[in-house]
């Protein structure tokens, strides 16, 4: 996987989602995009942080993902924030609506990027949002982490 990621052109990340939920089930999904929706994303102006995935019927939704209008394109161009398809095996959608009406977690867009191919992929994970204090206990041991590097660092 992280050869993958070495070669794939991220366009926008959500570094907001590892702290405020756990993140467990990570998936590679397509998306149903328009063509001025692709040509936006080539010039790397996406935003996925507000964003979210959501079940409508038997098929996954991206909500509130911007993508701002193409500025070439004319009349025809299209709506910043519409509900974009995500393209996935029928396995992996059962799977996951059944996260998120049986077990209450939510389906969280993790980064946005185009694959050796030059299509737009978006890895999406099954979440659990953190409460205040396991933000707190993150917080103290990224902080742990950041001091015994130090102190390593400096001894050795």
């Known amino acids: 996987m992280a050869e993958k990621t070495s070669q794939a052109k991220t366009l926008a990340e959500n570094r907001r989602a590892r702290f405020d939920y756990f993140l467990e089930d990570f998936t590679e999904a397509g998306i149903q995009l328009l063509g001025t929706e692709i040509k936006s994303l080539r010039e790397g102006r996406a935003n996925i942080a507000e964003s979210y995935v959501a079940p409508e019927g038997r098929e996954l939704v991206l909500i509130n993902a911007d993508i701002p209008p193409y500025k070439q394109a004319s009349r025809f161009n ?62 103290a041991d990224r902080d742990w982490a950041r001091d015994k590097a130090r102190l390593l660092r400096d001894r050795g």
């Open 78 to 139: 299209h709506e910043p924030r519409r509900h974009r398809k995500l393209l996935l095996h029928r396995k992996q959608i059962d799977r996951m609506i059944g996260a998120v009406q049986r077990d209450g977690q939510t389906i969280i867009p993790v980064r946005l990027y185009l694959n050796d191919a030059g299509k737009a992929k978006i890895e999406i994970a099954l979440a659990k949002g953190k409460k205040l204090h396991d933000k707190r206990e993150a917080q």
